[in-house]
């Protein structure tokens, strides 16, 4: 398979909002990449902890062949976006360079997060395994956003539970909470996103025939139609501000008064925009790391 690749330049203040908009436009992956004025070093998703240190950052976005060329360069003009190359990329190639970024890290002596190429490693003892590499769908562990969220399922996340994970990308938090004994419905409103989540839960043992229901893979309007007040133990979204916002109500309801919502791809100039929207649930000091906030809350009362 190939991909329509797309090449831009952009300062680092700019980033987000350039990613924003080649999202909203359909790209199916991002990837950033150092100027050629500077160390061209492939960068997919920062290590925890780490952020970009290039003044100009070069973007590689990948879109469907089939995406409308004429739409996205408009879109790139009302940004104001120059110097955008156009080219064509194979999948098989796309897939090699991104191996090269795959995540190794352990949460709380709970479990380990590692390759795909590190499948059949010894296991540690009180540990389980997370197999993962780079794909078509936001989550590897890499990045400050995810890490952080992975943090909170390794200190919550267990058997028995009812877990969320809103926004799933690659699935990683929920495979992640359902590994440590939760039961997990994973919803996404990309079906990349959903797509992957499903290969990356049967990859890692869930789903088979003994625990068939372990990770419950959800379109948004699907999971809009079935979803329970009160339901959820755990409820994680690592997404952005604005849709945040915009979810603040049913993913409040969906919580159990007794739940934790954790909330993260927040910049730390939204987070009071963030939690005023939140008006049920108390938060507890913001943790930061590479400019990014996540926000852990529970029902007030609860």
Request: glycine share 8%; aromatic share 6%.
């Amino acid at each position: 398979m190939s991909w329509l690749s797309i090449e831009l330049s952009t300062r680092r203040r700019e980033l987000a909002q350039i990613e924003d908009v080649l999202f909203g436009l359909g790209a199916a992956a991002i990837t950033l990449l150092a100027d050629d004025h500077e160390d061209n070093v492939d960068l997919l998703e920062p290590a925890p902890g780490v952020t970009p240190v290039w003044d100009v950052i070069r973007l590689q976005a990948l879109f469907a062949l089939s995406t409308d060329l004429a739409a996205v360069r408009r879109g790139l003009d009302q940004a104001r976006v120059e110097s955008v190359e156009i080219g064509f990329l194979q999948d098989s190639d796309w897939h090699a360079s991104m191996r090269q970024h795959a995540v190794q890290a352990e949460y709380a002596q709970r479990w380990r997060l590692l390759p795909k190429a590190h499948a059949g490693a010894q296991q540690k003892a009180g540990m389980v395994d997370m197999f993962l590499d780079p794909g078509l769908a936001f989550g590897t562990g890499g990045h400050a956003t995810t890490d952080m969220c992975l943090q909170s399922v390794a200190l919550l996340a267990g058997a028995g539970m009812q877990v969320l994970d809103f926004g799933c990308g690659s699935g990683i938090l929920g495979i992640a909470a359902a590994l440590l004994g939760a039961r997990v419905e994973c919803v996404d409103h990309d079906e990349q996103a959903l797509l992957a989540t499903r290969e990356n839960a049967l990859y890692n043992g869930l789903n088979s025939k003994v625990d068939e229901n372990a990770v419950s893979v959800l379109g948004l309007s699907q999971w809009r139609g079935r979803q329970d007040v009160n339901y959820y133990d755990l409820v994680l979204a690592n997404i952005l501000a604005d849709p945040l916002i915009e979810l603040a109500v049913p993913l409040q309801s969906a919580l159990k008064p007794t739940g934790t919502l954790i909330l993260s791809g927040i910049l730390p100039d939204q987070v009071d925009r963030v939690a005023a929207q939140y008006s049920a649930i108390h938060f507890e000091l913001p943790l930061e790391a590479s400019g990014w906030i996540r926000l852990t809350g529970r029902a007030r009362g609860g």
